[in-house]
């Protein structure tokens, strides 16, 4: 089982990426999915989720700006990040939850697989 993150990057505020969270050694609708982030200095935060029955989360702090999504046929899990501030600049990471369903709040404990995670930059 591995999870394995792309397209971070730098951008100016404003500006928009979109990452990907690409699963394999079993299929990306089993289990809830989520992004979560790190900035330094700071503890890591959950950002968005998705359930296997594809129920969302969204951190309040992006609501409205980031989306979250699922190719089940790409075995892949996207966030599209818009209107990016230099406040989100932290390294993004995905883990796969124990059960079946996850959300922004829940325990980073019960996530049990993780990415090496992808660096976003956004400059002011």
């Known amino acids: 089982v591995q999870l394995v993150e792309s397209g971070g990057g730098s951008v100016q505020s404003g500006g928009s990426l979109r990452l990907s969270c690409t699963v394999s050694?079993?299929?990306?609708?089993?289990?809830?999915i989520e992004w979560f982030r790190q900035a330094p200095g700071k503890e890591r935060e959950g950002v968005a989720s998705?359930?296997?029955?594809?129920?969302?989360t969204v951190a309040d702090s992006v609501k409205g700006r980031f989306t979250v999504s699922r190719d089940d046929f790409e075995n892949t899990l996207y966030l599209d990040m818009n209107r990016l501030k230099p406040e989100d600049t932290a390294k993004y990471y995905c883990?796969?939850?124990?059960?079946?369903?996850?959300?922004?709040?829940?325990?980073?404990?019960?996530?049990?697989?993780w990415g090496p995670g992808t660096q976003v930059t956004v400059s002011s």
């Open positions: 050694g079993y299929s990306v609708n089993d289990n809830c």
């Open positions: 883990a796969r939850s124990r059960g079946l369903y996850g959300s922004v709040t829940m325990a980073e404990s019960e996530y049990n697989v």
């Open positions: 998705f359930d296997n029955d594809g129920t969302t």
